[in-house]
């Protein structure tokens, strides 16, 4: 008997990283919760030689040895999501693998609706296109055909033109869903709320009360066994040009009129054409031992760490600095943005012990996720004697689960809702950011695993007389 297929996701590179380790597992968590859409099927395309209960073997081996969940695997979901997918062994440079795709769609899994994930390296997205166009897989036969690709979406804004060229060549706006997994987190898409729905603190938020904002994305593990990927991205193109980007946007944007995808996107984008770039601002670094890394170049100068500092070019937040930094292997996984306030004009307390610090908004947007108020308190006893003190809201008071950013990804992707993806022009804009900060000419400094990050860092925004935060570990731990 032949199963009424409605949806056929079809994965590029599924035995790859991104797949093994954010999509089965979203897809896991969807099956979990019975919100796996009514008649999917899961093809996944790979290059190592699986038969389907071979690759369904694989895949269990993945989930429950290395298990990217925090929580325990149900055989019987397991079971439920492995036998939707189905496995085709094939090189994707090649016109093949799209011929024996298009006969496993039309024989084994016929169906109207079609999702292509482009879980791949993004240097292959061209090729991918061209041959899903060329195959007729593309052609809509009375249902759907939508794209997923991954950031970085190009290496430059040349490159990401020619990308967004072909997209559109092919595809309607409508079709293509261009991801960035930081914009559905759950603490990002709080952001909005937060400022916007309440009164209290955004009238703060701006070049009379901010000293600076910084911005960190750090990880404490380094590339894993992503080298080939690693070598042509680096930090500023892997995490720079998207994440932080999209963290600084959804802080800093004026508000929206209305709560709708192309009012925030255009938003965003008017925020980052804002950016003022600051060539000689910037910084790279490398990690210890980066160079014996897997597929890396041994005299490698890939940058696996950068700062760099910006302003917004605005009324509201002319010459408050900026400084954003982000790597791997350093001293702690932790992705934050937090305003720092001026101090009071006329303080009461000036000789007090700590008197002298001041206060800061954190957006804490993993792990812990949360948003917290540092304020300065009196100590109880008959001194006067300042502490630091926190307002916190914590999301693990709320005891429900998170749910990862992938999890959502699909689900609008499922159901054809754009609002948290990127549109071209803003991808565009992100690039030309970059482009314009340059940097190409500086070679990494090689830091210490562990630390947090090389010397330069710290004398950039030294020179500017402050000092990096040191993201705490407690925040909303408890
Ligand atoms: C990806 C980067 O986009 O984000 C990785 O390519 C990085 O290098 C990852 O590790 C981090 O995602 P998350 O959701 O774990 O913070």
Not at 103 to 119: D, G, M, P, V, W
Not at 127 to 132: G, K, P, Q, R, V
Not at 285 to 297: F, I, L, P, S, W
Request: proline share 4%; hydrophobic share 35%; glycine share 6%.
């Amino acid at each position: 008997m032949t199963e009424d297929y409605k949806l056929v996701l079809v994965i590029f590179g599924i035995t790859g990283n991104l797949a093994q380790i954010k999509l089965l597992p979203a897809l896991y968590d969807l099956a979990k919760l019975g919100m796996l859409p009514k008649g999917l099927a899961i093809l996944g395309i790979g290059r190592k030689k699986f038969t389907n209960g071979e690759f369904r073997e694989f895949t269990k081996e993945r989930m429950s040895g290395r298990n990217p969940h925090e929580h325990n695997i149900s055989t019987e979901t397991e079971e439920k999501l492995l036998s939707k997918i189905h496995y085709l062994e094939g090189d994707i440079n090649e016109k093949e693998i799209y011929k024996k795709i298009r006969l496993y769609l039309q024989e084994k899994l016929t169906c109207e609706n079609k999702i292509f994930y482009l879980a791949t390296y993004p240097f292959l997205y061209e090729t991918i296109f061209n041959h899903l166009e060329k195959s007729g897989l593309n052609k809509k036969a009375g249902g759907f055909v939508r794209v997923m690709i991954e950031k970085p979406i190009g290496t430059d804004l040349k490159s990401a033109r020619k990308i967004n060229g072909l997209l559109e060549k092919y595809y309607k706006e409508d079709q293509i869903y261009r991801i960035d997994h930081y914009l559905t987190k759950e603490m990002m898409q709080n952001i909005l709320t937060f400022r916007f729905d309440n009164r209290i603190f955004e009238q703060l938020i701006n070049r009379d009360n901010l000293d600076h904002i910084q911005i960190i994305m750090a990880e404490e593990f380094g590339i894993e066994l992503r080298g080939g990927y690693y070598e042509r991205t680096g930090a500023l193109k892997d995490i720079g040009q998207n994440h932080l980007l999209q963290m600084l946007a959804l802080t800093t944007m004026q508000p929206p009129q209305n709560f709708t995808n192309e009012e925030i996107t255009n938003k965003r984008i008017e925020l980052l054409k804002s950016l003022i770039p600051e060539p000689r601002k910037i910084v790279f670094g490398q990690y210890e031992g980066y160079r014996k890394e897997k597929d890396v170049a041994p005299g490698s100068l890939t940058d696996t760490f950068f700062a760099l500092r910006t302003e917004i070019n605005n009324e509201r937040f002319k010459g408050v600095p900026i400084y954003i930094r982000g790597g791997k292997k350093l001293a702690q996984t932790v992705a934050e943005v937090s305003f720092v306030f001026k101090k009071p004009d006329r303080r009461l307390t000036k000789a007090a012990e700590l008197a002298n610090q001041p206060n800061i908004l954190i957006y804490r947007i993993q792990p812990n996720e949360g948003i917290v108020l540092r304020f300065l308190s009196k100590f109880p006893g008959e001194k006067m004697k300042l502490e630091n003190e926190y307002m916190q809201f914590c999301y693990r008071n709320l005891k429900v689960n998170l749910p990862d950013a992938y999890l959502k990804i699909l689900l609008d992707a499922f159901a054809g809702d754009q609002t948290f993806f990127i549109d071209a022009p803003e991808l565009e804009t992100q690039w030309e950011f970059i482009d314009r900060i340059g940097g190409k000419d500086i070679k990494p400094e090689i830091y210490k695993t562990g630390s947090w990050g090389p010397k330069a860092a710290d004398k950039l925004i030294e020179a500017d007389g402050r000092k990096w935060l040191e993201p705490s570990p407690v925040f909303c731990a408890l």
